[in-house]
């Protein structure tokens, strides 16, 4: 059947198989950032914002994101390629290792700031428990949101 | 003591980082798909020991879709190891691409490649196999008993240490005389511990894509740590030339170890060349933790004896490794046990070090991060806070009276080394010392240890255990760097070593620009691709930095040597009198000439030619890095659970090239070792089937079960590494064990001695079982 997904801004019409979830739609029609690593909703690696919420994309059927906004992370990247706060924040903090479980995590992240502008390093612990990452022990990845958090809070300027 | 390095010491950004936090298509499954690619899918095996007395592809084959099914009937016979080794792989050949017996529950049957991955999984469904059940071996103690069944009874397998009694591998090391270092030993200790199977969970599992180039060349794009190993043993398997055959490794998202295995790149490959289409193969989630690779589980016993004045007089250390349904990595892993710990404590002069690992019908085991020490230091650790306890002194001050210093050696390093002798080595850098106290400094060590302290039910306590590793294997490593410059006086940095996601592509980098005196965006790194890179062993024991690290500081010192002498030419002053710096060559009387002249002129000018290197290291030496792990744990007496509150691991690694990347190396590393030691494991049913093969019932530590760990860097300087470098990336995993352990019996008095320290293992140890 055919979809019309509104994915970082634009319109994706395209053809699904019933049972498909939206990580397969995504996938399939290029959004590769969107991971597959477990395909049960346990490892967190295939979230994207559904209007504006972190959702395991592997758990939603593509036909259920259908008149929703939905965003990955190269709806976060900024025109020109410009770094959101998480992605550069990320990097400085050295909260990336082998990397497969970013583009999920900052997405998860940029739910939470969304939603909690100055959280605690227990708040972010929360909000990430669905994030799975193997490579670090997410110590400079908590530290990467407390740093993007003060950036968008505008903490910087002075 | 150590240098001042401008690039070397910064924690600058990953040279990937970009593609990365922005989600660009850089893992194997990513990449465009080729026209016409198959997708392959498993049939393995349900039973944990049986004997294919038929198999029937006919429905399968005619399937809609269905390319080609792969079996016993059709595929190369000759026996081989999946380990990732150098050549000659110190792992038995007992394995072939399909075999007419399996020999655990998710071994191969059968392939199929499909246009579809639903297609070919339709197919399986239609694979008749008829099985003669074996009774199976589903334990160490089963393996060894008399009459256990003999799970390689075939022919044509090789370098079995005695498959009539399903042991695999068989090491014994000795220095001294054991029976009498006891005799004369006025206290001793006695300890047996046990270690479960454990699966490495990279959140990118395998994944492989295979196609035909334009001259028919066979390419091999795959998430792997060993891609030139996976060129030889691919081209031996299949029959294919070397140089025939090109594989790529572009990111991966992870390996642990168990990417140091070529797991399934024989059936796209084999797909491939009999079909000419492009195949992939992804490992499903459940497949990673069946099929795939694992630490292999051990019992291992540790006895010391000492003198009454503390100094440590015999060690006795006694293995038995279960490998699973194959030896991949059974001799190496089980050789480590001793030859990565016993070193540590080096003022006995009686020690004993003997081992098997065994057969069972269970999953395989193979490289995991830490590669035997983890289990050996358990063992090790712990009994020498139980000696320290029977001595009355603190195990922290026993510690400093025994361990290995600066200038000492160990007649281990010799007697054991990698499934042979090892190499003769003393220390030539350790900050072991300044570790230990500046950890116990964070954790308030003299404050709390042997402190009662209670809140409730919970009681608290404090423990902690030092370790080393090694920085890459002695005499058998070999890695190699080249280094080309172009127009704009930038370089070109090629290197075989295969960054698996800990940054060695920017730690090489580092290394370059160190040299050559330039920002780190000047110098472009690639990896890891064998029709274009150097040949390196790939990312294993802790290699990359200090041996690759060394191969590039070489090639870049050649590369400026070349482009001192283009300069001296074009200031018409003495090359040894030049100096790079701010990417211009400058002379005593302060002329200079820019890097990119300098390229240009050897480009289009004079003396024309290209300014480039090729260097190698094959280190003679293993330095180790050296760990004190502290930590803080509270423990529920009325439930048994552990609560890890700190935890702190002080670590030498030399210079740290880029410290938030070392830093990450140690995190991810305890982070692992605390999942480990707390709750991951492979659970099997009484026919051996793996219960827990999803990340629901295989938990690996999420940010809710972790302390905050912390890093403390505590720079030595190497005098044999690159720009004073040893290597970092194991060393981490083998601490929480022991550490946590020894804090649960400052808490509470009682030891634990079989992981994971589930709360019903701690309450039943609290009651007295």
Known sequence: MNLLLSINGGQLSTEVEAGDTLLDALRGNGYTSVKDGCANGDCGTCA??????????????????????????????????????????????????????????????ADLLERNPSPTRDHISSYLAGNLCRCTGYVKQIDAIEMAAAILRGDDDE | MSEKFDVVGTSVHRVDGRA????????????PKRPGQLHIALLTSPHAHALIKSIDTTLAEQSPGVAIVLDHRNTPEKRYTTAGQGHPEPSPYDARMFDTKVRWVGDRVAAVAADSLEAARKAIDLIEVEYEILEPVLSIDEAVADNAPVIHDEEDSLDVWDAEHNIAAHVVANAGDIEKGFAESDITVDVTTETQYAQHAPLEPHVVSSYLDDNGRLVIVTSTQVPFHVRRIIGRLLDVPIHQIRVIKPRIGGGFGVKQEVLIEDLTALVTIRTGLPSQMIYTREEEFISSRTRHPMRIRVKLGAKADGTLHAVLM?????????????????????????????????????????YTNLPVGGAYRGYGATQGYFTLETAVD??????????????????IREGEGSPIFAALGEGREGVEQTITSSALEECIRQGA???????????????????????MSIHMQGSGIPLIDMAAANIKMNDDGSFNLLVGATDLGTGSDTVLGQIAAEVLAVPLEKVVVLSSDTDVTPFDVGAYASSTTYVSGMATQRAAEAVRDQILEVASAMLGADATTLEIEDERVIA??????????????????????????????VPDLSPPPFLASFCEVAVDTETGRIKVLDYVAAIDCGTAINPK??????????????????????IFDDLGRP????????????????PHLETILVESYEPTGPMGAKSISEIGINAPIPTIANAVYDATGVWLTETPFTPEKVWKALQGD
């Open chain 2, 588 to 617: 005593p009387d302060d002329r200079s000439v820019s890097l990119g002249d300098i390229a240009m002129r050897s480009f289009y000018n004079e003396d024309q030619h290209q300014i480039a290197a090729t260097r190698s290291c």
């Open chain 2, 20 to 31: 990365l936090v922005t989600g660009k298509p850089v893992f194997v499954d990513d990449l």
């Open chain 2, 441 to 463: 400094e964070r954790i308030g060590w003299t404050a709390k240890r042997g402190e009662k302290r209670q809140d409730g039910s919970w009681v608290h306590g404090v423990g």
């Open chain 1, 48 to 109: 994207v914002l559904i209007d504006g919420r972190a959702v395991a994309s592997c758990l939603v059927f593509a036909g259920q994101a259908e008149g929703h906004e939905i965003t990955t992370i190269e709806g976060v990247t900024g025109a020109d390629q410009a770094y959101h706060p998480l992605q550069q924040t990320m990097l400085d903090a050295g909260g990336v290792q082998c990397g497969y479980c970013i583009p999920a995590m900052i997405l998860t992240a």
């Open chain 2, 386 to 403: 139980r000696l320290a306890g029977k001595l009355g002194v603190d195990p922290l001050e026993w510690r400093k009276q025994n361990h």
């Open chain 2, 318 to 358: 006694e293995v038995l490794s279960n490998t699973g349904a194959y030896g991949t990595h059974s001799l190496t892993v089980l050789s480590n046990v001793g030859s990565k710990t016993l070193p540590l404590y080096n003022k006995a002069p009686h020690l004993r070090f003997a081992g098997d690992a065994v």
């Open chain 2, 691 to 706: 219960k827990t093969p999803d990340f629901a019932r295989y938990k690996i530590p999420g940010p809710l079960d972790l």
């Open chain 2, 661 to 682: 990347l070392a830093e990450g190396q140690m995190e991810g590393a305890v982070a692992n070792g605390i999942g480990y030691a707390l709750f991951e494991e492979i």
